[in-house]
């Protein structure tokens, strides 16, 4: 079930609040978003919500051995059985065939395969509880005794499968004690139909636009500049409307979640532009695995190994797929580069050029991350600069749903633009203002709603991450 769907919006959206608001207490409220969230994760997966909750189940254990015993070897040997069973999850469901195929190729020969599909979500469900377990373990957070708050913690439904990934400690307080208010329920109605409006306006038409380009065999050189600048603007809105989405319904049931994206296409570096796209992922990777190695402080050579083995495993985050590999050590030299090559160079260049740079680096990470194999980046990266530049017009004009969605190409461009912080700075206050941004927010729904009527396409990247 996805939040851009029928299904979600006309009917589990609605009767999880009435439910919700029905009734009395926290503890109540948690156990009715507890179910419900599980209802939600096994309706695309009956079968590994069992996973799940053996997953919270073990974890629950995991956290009360690591309250109870005060000894190191035990604690750590605890520690070492959540890294384990947590990680030898992911690389099993998510890795293992992926790894039985290199072996298979080294090997000569082919190895059987797993016959089983990627459990929805895991990647992100299993970083949360990792955290948990991390932060008992270091002691920075206390033990939740309650098997319900984690659990309800755990399987939230509103960030279960796309994010952001919420640190235990960010919702602690509020799984034991919170007020859902008007102003809140209204801020998250407004942020959630914004958030609907990225996925199935802009993002769904960029990606009409895109999917059929990098299908293409032999492209000119304009048409694939198009699909490599859709496709960035398409996983931006893609992603980034889920993450308002959630962001918007926790405000529904009194939690307030962080921000996962800060207009990442107006970044001035690399370094930059990480601090602004799916924070809540790039932080979890720097506090639990760049520091954990040493980060910094180590001498330059074993920083540079740092970032290699930081983003090579973000890369593998994202999918087991060379591809991915190969996109995060991309951006693991282009850090390593900006932090010793060039970071007095970029000081002096104009920000607007340094933005320019930036975001031609970030469309040629997209082509990467876009396309599985190697000879098929390579083709597509010579199209981009080697193809002659004619010949966009004539394809155009022979495929007529990409034309028509070339309409969605300029809001697009503008959406990625800080154009409405800008607006709420210098209107906030007035009088005015709630009721022109809240009839926005209801011409934006209505508006999703009726292009959902209308079409069947409507995907998501991230669903399976």
């Not at 509103?158 to 509020?174: F, H, K, T």
């Not at 002096?348 to 194999?373: A, Q, Y």
């Amino acid at each position: 079930m996805v939040f851009s769907s029928f299904t979600f919006l006309l009917c589990f959206l609605p009767l999880t609040l009435v439910c919700y608001y029905l009734a009395r207490g926290v503890r109540a409220r948690n156990a009715v978003l507890c179910l419900f969230s599980l209802v939600f994760y096994a309706w695309g997966e009956p079968v590994y919500v069992l996973l799940m909750l053996a997953s919270i189940g073990l974890n629950y254990l995991f956290g009360l051995l690591l309250g109870k015993w005060e000894t190191p070897g035990r604690r750590k040997a605890v520690m070492i059985a959540a890294l384990v069973f947590n990680l030898g999850a992911i690389a099993l469901f998510k890795y293992g065939n992926f790894i039985l195929e290199n072996l298979g190729l080294l090997l000569g020969s082919a190895l059987p395969r797993f016959n089983f599909s990627l459990p929805l979500g895991i990647s992100f469900y299993t970083f949360q509880i990792l955290s948990y377990v991390l932060d008992v373990y270091n002691r920075k957070t206390p033990v939740q005794k309650s098997l319900l708050r984690l659990a309800t913690y755990i399987v939230l439904f509103p960030q279960l499968v796309a994010g952001p990934i919420v640190r235990y400690d960010q919702v602690q307080a509020e799984l034991q004690e919170r007020r859902e208010t008007l102003a809140d329920f209204v801020a998250g109605a407004q942020r959630f139909a914004l958030g609907l409006g990225k996925k199935v306006i802009l993002a769904n038409a960029m990606g009409a636009i895109a999917d059929p380009i990098f299908d293409a065999a032999v492209l000119p050189a304009g048409t694939a500049w198009l699909a490599a600048v859709a496709y960035a603007l398409q996983i931006y809105f893609d992603f980034s409307g889920y993450s308002d989405m959630a962001i918007g319904m926790g405000r529904f049931f009194g939690f307030h979640f962080s921000e996962n994206f800060r207009y990442p296409y107006m970044a001035e570096s690399i370094t930059d532009f990480w601090r602004r796209w799916h924070i809540s992922l790039s932080t979890w990777f720097r506090d639990y695995v760049y520091f954990p190695l040493g980060g910094s402080r180590r001498g330059t050579a074993r920083n540079i190994l740092n970032l290699l083995v930081v983003w090579m495993l973000t890369g593998l985050w994202h999918g087991a797929s060379w591809n991915f590999v190969l996109w995060g050590v991309y951006y693991g030299i282009l850090l390593m580069l900006e932090k010793y090559v060039l970071d007095g160079v970029l000081k002096k260049v104009p920000g607007i050029l340094r933005r320019m740079i930036t975001l031609l680096l970030v469309l040629l990470g997209w082509v990467i991350f876009r396309l599985e194999s190697v000879p098929a980046i390579l083709s597509f990266m010579g199209s981009l600069f080697t193809a002659p530049f004619a010949g966009l017009g004539a394809y155009l004009s022979g495929q007529a749903g990409v034309l028509e969605n070339t309409f969605w190409l300029l809001p697009a461009v503008v959406g990625c633009l800080p154009w409405a912080e800008w607006i709420r700075g210098r209107a906030e206050g007035k009088r005015w203002y709630p009721f022109v941004s809240g009839a926005f927010a209801v011409i934006v729904y209505y508006l999703s709603v009726g292009l959902l009527m209308g079409s069947t396409y409507n995907p998501f990247i991230y669903f399976r991450f």
